[in-house]
């Protein structure tokens, strides 16, 4: 039981580029997150998902895409990376009324 | 939507003090009170959370406490020892889907 399971663990963007952080839990929890996580600051919503093929935008979606087909994967896709961008991205599961829990995040940098 | 300040954003005690960490909350619709710490490089994980049903909880050394009339929620961590030492997070969530994060607080525990 791995629980939740983020890859890359560090990336370097060139401004403009693309990538997809990858985001799988094997705890079959229906509700699926990602935040992001700036410098002294706390984690902020990016975009949620309560089941496969329903995903919501949370506070900061601007920049960012992502896409439910399965229970267990969650990608985040970043489309023309910019530095703003530039923060460590957590995702997280739980079942409803449940606790979250984190993956080890993915520190992202865009140059 | 649901605001969560969180206070003090650093905290340095001495080893075998307490330390108190505050968080209001906006939305008088929540009802779920989570509390997170983060280590260095890693997710954030639950250490003890309440409900709105219940004022206050305590699981050894760590103890939450609950005014939902002030929309105020704190974290005790009484007989710190380096260990402590984290970044912890104040969270609200209503009966919806969203977690909603404090800024966090650095808290230093000094041998």
């Known amino acids: 039981n791995a629980g939740v399971t983020q890859t890359p663990k560090f990336r370097i963007l060139k401004i403009g580029q693309s990538m997809t952080l990858q985001c799988a839990q094997d705890?079959?929890?229906?509700?699926m997150y990602w935040y992001r996580q700036d410098p002294g600051m706390g984690l902020k919503l990016i975009y949620y998902?309560?089941?496969?093929?329903?995903?919501d935008k949370g506070e900061v979606p601007n920049g960012y895409n992502v896409s439910r087909s399965t229970t267990e994967d969650f990608p985040l896709r970043l489309e023309l990376a910019a530095p703003s961008q530039t923060s460590v991205y957590f995702c997280?599961?739980?079942?409803?009324?449940?606790?979250?829990?984190f993956g080890e995040g993915s520190r992202l940098t865009v140059l | 939507g649901e605001n969560v300040e969180q206070h003090p954003s650093t905290l340095s005690v001495q080893e075998g003090d307490s330390a108190v960490i505050k968080c209001t909350y906006s939305?008088?619709?929540?009802?779920?009170f989570p509390w997170y710490k983060q280590e260095l490089g890693k997710g954030p994980q639950l250490i003890i959370d309440?409900?709105?049903?219940?004022g206050e909880k305590k699981d050894q050394r760590i103890a939450v406490t609950l005014n939902k009339t002030a929309k105020h929620f704190s974290l005790h961590i009484t007989e710190t020892q380096p260990e402590d030492s984290a970044v912890y997070f104040c969270?609200?969530?209503?009966?919806?889907?969203?977690?909603?994060f404090g800024a966090g607080t650095r808290l230093f525990v000094k041998a």
């Open positions: 997280a599961s739980r079942v409803p009324d449940g606790e979250l829990f």
């Open positions: 705890m079959n929890h229906n509700y």
């Open positions: 998902s309560v089941g496969a093929g329903i995903t």
């Open positions: 939305d008088s619709a929540s009802n779920y």
């Open positions: 309440i409900r709105s049903n219940v």
């Open positions: 969270a609200a969530r209503t009966g919806g889907f969203k977690t909603i």
